[in-house]
């Protein structure tokens, strides 16, 4: 009698699903359950197969496709077999979804609030003004504020955090009682972060539902989950209650998952890896205060390289014909040095100002006004032409590796065009050649050079693009959010290689991010950028023990 009373408890049952696509076995033998107002959250890295499980729950399978269980069932129903009219009864109404990137699941040409009004109307047949009133109570729920205008914006008028929240408006719009998460931080800034996890609590905690939360990041999930599953190539691993896992996890790819972000408390070296836990061949090695204090002092005791004075950005805000220009002043009297072989940190919220900064120094949007100075030069827009040495010398790393390379063009080709524009060796055998090597560096094989972007998965993306920032032999990189977008253990992959070019290549960093964590075991010093301005500068390890400034303090207490 106990255990039928147990089994009603369940919200979600899963035994044995498997899914193969086009012949490929994708998910092996997935089992799992979830009660009635609990959060059970699958981790893993990308490719796992963390989404394809959670859409095997709502129908959205790819197509040709197999899937096969000894059960699935949601409220004691049997999720096999459904029509397509089934399936979109359940979905939004009954299991709401919150997807990765708010950006391309939102439709851009429709105002945010016909689009909740689209959720509505398919499910409930209810009155233009009632429809709204729920709507409005949905977007307070999500702790918006503003409603009528956040209601009357398109999606590429509000802040990522504002555009997440909506999209969790609109998966709790219909009170349904399984909330799917997938990745709903990711590329958030710290502090957003951190409130949508509270905010996903307080719904739970209002509503009574239960939550599968997919996430690569463990840390995320030990402030929200009561059981983790972790998944590696579509097996679930290992499986426990949150304080165990975290406590004594028993699988080498679980602790890689656990460590491979940068601790707080100590500065390694270099970051361990999954492959390093795999092996068991990592050996932490620690940089001493000493060791800093001696590699500074030689550091900061040559001239800069780069030295900006009093840049500052402005934008001409949309006002009626004849009425006076009103600017908005994005970057407001910034003044640094950057020094040969530093990393300099750079962190803020976003919409502060600091991706601004990074395209104002190479001229991609031209600074208003102050002054550039690279190698004693002070340097004007005709310095940034193509066929100047400062365009091969100074170089950019964009934060989505995918957007920011030509989708027709293979790898080979994207890297031996800048080679072509810059002058770079004179014959196609020398540029292949030199492709390949720069390849080698970053750790991709030859395989990659016929190969598009599609092609690869974001960590090799990422890669080829550095390649790409190296083809030309720069001095500067400026690396802007370089690793957001990437699971926690190629993070660490990246970021361990472009400490060893750094090394190897003598070169300086710009290292721009939202994740403090990231920025401090990089940076030899760190720039904290609020509202254009630089309201706080000091040697990395410094900051962290003692910052200055509320604003500071509040960015390093929302690191998860």
């Not at 690396?479 to 660490?492: F, G, K, M």
């Amino acid at each position: 009698m106990n255990k039928k009373n147990n089994r009603s408890k369940f919200i979600v049952e899963v035994q044995s699903l498997s899914l193969k696509i086009q012949n490929k076995q994708i998910l092996k033998n997935i089992s799992f359950s979830i009660l009635t107002n609990e959060t059970v959250a699958i981790v893993g890295e990308s490719g796992s197969g963390k989404t394809l499980t959670a859409l095997s729950l709502i129908g959205l399978i790819p197509n040709k496709s197999f899937i096969s269980s000894n059960k699935m069932s949601f409220l004691n129903k049997s999720l096999t077999n459904n029509s397509e009219k089934v399936w979109r009864s359940i979905r939004g109404k009954e299991i709401g979804v919150i997807f990765q990137e708010p950006h391309s699941s939102l439709n851009p040409s429709m105002k945010c609030g016909k689009q909740l009004l689209e959720v509505l109307e398919t499910h409930y047949l209810k009155n233009k003004n009632e429809n709204k009133k729920t709507i409005f109570s949905a977007l307070k729920d999500v702790q918006l504020d503003d409603l009528e205008r956040i209601y009357n914006s398109y999606p590429h008028q509000l802040s990522g955090g504002q555009k997440q929240r909506v999209m969790i408006a609109m998966a709790i719009l219909c009170k349904p009682k399984l909330l799917i998460a997938d990745e709903p931080t990711t590329a958030l800034d710290v502090t957003v972060q951190k409130e949508i996890i509270f905010l996903l609590k307080s719904l739970q905690k209002k509503y009574k539902i239960s939550i599968l939360f997919i996430s690569h990041d463990l840390n995320l999930v030990k402030l929200l989950a009561n059981k983790v599953f972790v998944m590696k190539n579509g097996k679930i691993i290992e499986s426990e209650v949150k304080e165990k896992l975290f406590k004594n996890p028993q699988k080498s790819y679980t602790k890689g998952l656990l460590f491979a972000r940068p601790s707080l408390n100590k500065r390694l070296k270099t970051l361990p890896t999954i492959s390093d836990f795999n092996s068991g061949n990592f050996i932490e090695k620690i940089i001493t205060e000493k060791e800093r204090k001696e590699k500074h002092k030689v550091l900061y005791s040559k001239l800069p390289i780069l030295e900006i004075i009093d840049l500052e950005k402005k934008f001409f805000k949309q006002t009626f014909l004849f009425k006076k220009k009103k600017f908005f002043h994005a970057i407001k009297s910034f003044n640094f040095k950057l020094y040969k072989g530093e990393t300099l940190g750079l962190v803020g919220e976003s919409g502060c100002g600091k991706s601004t900064l990074g395209r104002a120094i190479i001229y991609l949007d031209p600074p208003s006004s102050g002054k550039i100075i690279y190698n004693g030069k002070l340097l004007t827009k005709t310095h940034f032409s193509n066929s100047n040495n400062l365009r091969k010398e100074i170089q950019f790393i964009f934060q989505d590796p995918h957007s920011s390379m030509n989708p027709i063009k293979t790898i080979g080709d994207s890297i031996m065009e800048v080679l072509k524009v810059h002058k770079i060796l004179k014959t196609k055998k020398d540029r292949k050649k030199r492709v390949n090597d720069l390849l080698d560096k970053v750790g991709l094989s030859n395989y990659y050079f016929n190969r598009h972007p599609h092609e690869l998965s974001g960590g090799q993306k990422q890669r080829a693009v550095i390649a790409r920032a190296l083809a030309t032999n720069p001095k500067v990189i400026i690396c802007d959010e370089c690793v957001a977008a990437l699971d926690i253990s190629i993070q660490a992959k990246i970021l361990n290689l472009l400490n060893d070019l750094k090394q190897e290549l003598n070169l300086s960093y710009i290292f721009i991010s939202h994740d403090l964590s990231i920025v401090k075991f990089m940076s030899d010093r760190i720039m904290v950028m609020k509202s254009g301005e630089l309201i706080e500068f000091e040697e990395s390890d410094l900051l962290y023990s003692n910052p200055k400034k509320n604003y500071t303090k509040k960015l390093i207490s929302s690191i998860i």
